[in-house]
């Protein structure tokens, strides 16, 4: 868990945060790739929502918090009587994002929040998608005008390191690889230093 996640918070923000991911771009650019793996295992396998406000991971946690603090729920206890017998229950942050609750798994972050489907600042995402173009923003691959040449340097990259199977095409229900690609390129993800 990263440390700007405080306690008794659990999320993921290797899983569903853009600008913290752009932030560890810098360092995965200088890293050994096994660093970078290892640290991609953090993203799991399945399909996810992905968060693309403004707010910090640290940033959300308070909010999610201040939330709590409101209602009185501050311990294990008065969280466990809020949850009731719902699996989840959904709050909205200071920039109308709608977030999950859930109860976590850990007993010091019994909180695990994530990014609600359909909300405001949030798009799905394909786990494999998103260690595809991270994958490629490590290792600083530009998208060109040539969808053949994008196409061989994505298929290169799934095969080379997350061996993953290669795309037929970056056309239709591929297309989240491209404009997740593009989002973090526009965002500056190859111009790390």
Known sequence: MPPEIPLPIQYNPYKHHFIFLLSEMAEWQKSDWSVTEKTMLLIGNNLFDFYLGELTPEQICKASLNYFETKNITTQTAFNKWMGTAEWKKITLPDESKWLIKKGIQANRFIHIHPAKFSKH????RATTLKTVLTLCVHKI??????ELNLMAVN??????????PIKSLDDENSGILKLWQLFVNAGALAQP
Do not use: G
């Open 122 to 125: 949030t798009i799905r995402v």
């Open 156 to 165: 290169q990259q799934r095969s080379s390191y997350l061996q993953l199977s």
């Open 142 to 147: 530009p998208i060109l005008d040539d969808t």
